[in-house]
């Protein structure tokens, strides 16, 4: 069964800009998580999709939004980009929600540099 | 909400000896402990898990244990090897509620000194 996927694997972005993350959950999975990670703050979490509906939202400002589609694949967008933003995003799936104890495998995240 | 604390942030053994790192969380109601295992590059994977009606798991060298009264719980790596060089964080489910979320640790950067 293949892994968990996540495109582009890097990008570079100037300060203004948006930007569209992708993740492909494993086949089956219908919860896919978002989390930012930099070094120092360990993994902070975005937000939850759970059958195409946001189940959960962490604390970050309006600028970063998501959404899921039928086929359980999740995008997550950046506005209004901040030097700040510069992080690996990673997404994680699941067979049920996160609030289940089911296991969440992680995607290989996405590098977004903020110039 | 929860809120996680890890320690120690940096920890170097020499090889063979044995490795602990301790998690601390604030919700008494949280009810699942995972322990994840990031090496450089490469995305977190899930290495032990532990449910709030146990005491303690283990599997070969890795064990947790939780002390809900407490409210920490700790991951034991005996017979340390190179291979186990990596960041590891502790994290915890909120408990009991339709919103809850996975809060992670801000992670441990294990060394094994050859």
């Known amino acids: 069964k293949a892994g968990v996927t996540q495109t582009p694997r890097y990008l570079i972005k100037t300060r203004g800009q948006q930007v569209t993350l992708s993740c492909s959950p494993i086949s089956g999975h219908r919860s896919v998580s978002w989390y930012q990670q930099t070094p120092g703050q360990g993994l902070q979490f975005l937000f939850e999709?759970?059958?195409?509906?946001?189940?959960n939202k962490g604390n970050f400002p309006g600028r970063f939004s998501g959404r899921q589609f039928s086929n359980s694949r999740s995008e997550m967008n950046v506005s209004t980009l901040e030097l700040g933003d510069s992080a690996l995003y990673l997404c994680a799936s699941s067979f049920r929600e996160a609030t289940s104890t089911d296991t969440q495998y992680f995607g290989p995240g996405t590098r977004l540099t903020v110039l | 909400g929860e809120n996680v604390e890890q320690h120690p942030s940096t920890l170097s053994v020499q090889e063979g000896d044995s490795a602990v790192i301790k998690c601390t969380y604030s919700?008494?109601?949280?009810?699942?402990f995972p322990w994840y295992k990031q090496e450089l590059g490469k995305r977190p994977q899930l290495i032990i898990d532990i449910r709030s009606n146990v005491g303690e798991k283990k599997d070969q060298r890795i064990a947790v244990t939780l002390n809900k009264t407490a409210k920490h719980f700790s991951l034991h790596i005996t017979e340390t090897q190179p291979e186990d060089s990596a960041v590891y964080f502790c994290a915890a489910k909120e408990g009991y509620s339709s919103a809850s979320k996975i809060i992670f640790g801000s992670g441990t950067r294990l060394s094994i000194r050859p």
């Open positions: 919700d008494s109601a949280s009810n699942y």
């Open positions: 999709y759970f059958s195409e509906t946001q189940r």
